[in-house]
């Protein structure tokens, strides 16, 4: 079962990878130097990474939409390319390549046209205008304020956890015992961190009188003090509290 369920995935991918890249392009040399690169017709959608020394490049008759930012600034020796009968969508996505072409139009052989949307099909790519693109640059903006004001408070939500987690682990609780539970041992408060262990003897531990509580509930027991050390040590292991009787 596991090895049909690999199988399978791997079918898949293999598809979604054919269907993505086609068939490989061919190249050839040029003399008397140069490289001629032609991946026209091979049904691409994408464009595949090309050879820094590709001086002819035919990408025509194939699923190109756009060209990815920056893809031919690294072709620098370029002198011919052909990108017509691509079904080009000029959506905002499409500036880069229409900057390029309008930087290298001797090197282009035939103009490629835009395929949609419909107000601008059938229209050369360097034929639309810089307004045309005016609400691109309003959406990069926005977009970039949005991931800002994101930024801004996520680290405010991690600077105040962490506030959280210095205070609990600095706060400390007080607690008044009566002095008929003298003969508490302290046992039981001794602290699991090594840096806070200290020699604690057993003999009873030093409390004050809080009068107010003591001369009016002497005959109301305040704590079950049979229960009182395991409460303490959950205190300390579970919520890392610090125990100070007075």
């Known amino acids: 079962m596991l090895c049909s369920l690999i199988l399978a995935v791997f079918l898949v991918w293999a598809t979604s990878s054919a269907h993505t890249t086609g068939r490989p392009c061919q190249c050839s040399a040029l003399l008397p130097e140069g490289l001629r690169v032609n991946c026209s017709s091979l049904d691409l959608v994408e464009l595949p990474t090309?050879?820094?020394?590709?001086?002819?490049?035919?990408?025509?008759?194939?699923?190109?939409?756009s060209v990815s930012p920056g893809h031919f600034d690294r072709l620098v020796a370029l002198k011919k390319v052909s990108l017509s009968r691509n079904p080009f969508h000029c959506d905002c996505r499409i500036q880069y390549l229409r900057s390029w072409l309008l930087r290298n139009r001797a090197v282009v052989l035939k103009?490629?046209?835009?395929?949609?949307?419909?107000?601008?099909a059938q229209k050369a790519i360097t034929e639309l205008s810089d307004e045309?693109?005016?609400?691109?640059?309003?959406?990069?903006?926005?977009?970039?304020?949005?991931?800002?004001?994101?930024?801004?408070m996520l680290c405010f939500l991690i600077l105040l956890l962490l506030w959280s987690l210095r205070l609990a682990k600095t706060s400390s609780f007080t607690l008044y015992i009566c002095e008929r539970h003298l003969g508490l041992e302290a046992d039981s408060l001794r602290s699991l961190r090594p840096k806070h262990r200290r020699r604690l003897h057993t003999a009873p531990l030093e409390v004050t009188v809080d009068s107010l509580i003591c001369a009016g509930e002497l005959e109301k027991p305040l704590i079950n003090m049979e229960l009182l050390p395991q409460v303490l040590d959950v205190l300390h292991k579970k919520h890392s509290r610090k125990i100070k009787a007075t």
Request: charge should be negative; include cysteine.
């Open 50 to 65: 090309l050879p820094s020394d590709t001086t002819e490049l035919h990408v025509q008759d194939n699923r190109l939409t």
């Open 132 to 152: 045309y693109f005016s609400s691109c640059v309003l959406a990069v903006c926005t977009d970039s304020t949005y991931n800002t004001v994101i930024g801004v």
């Open 111 to 120: 103009e490629p046209i835009c395929a949609g949307p419909d107000s601008v």
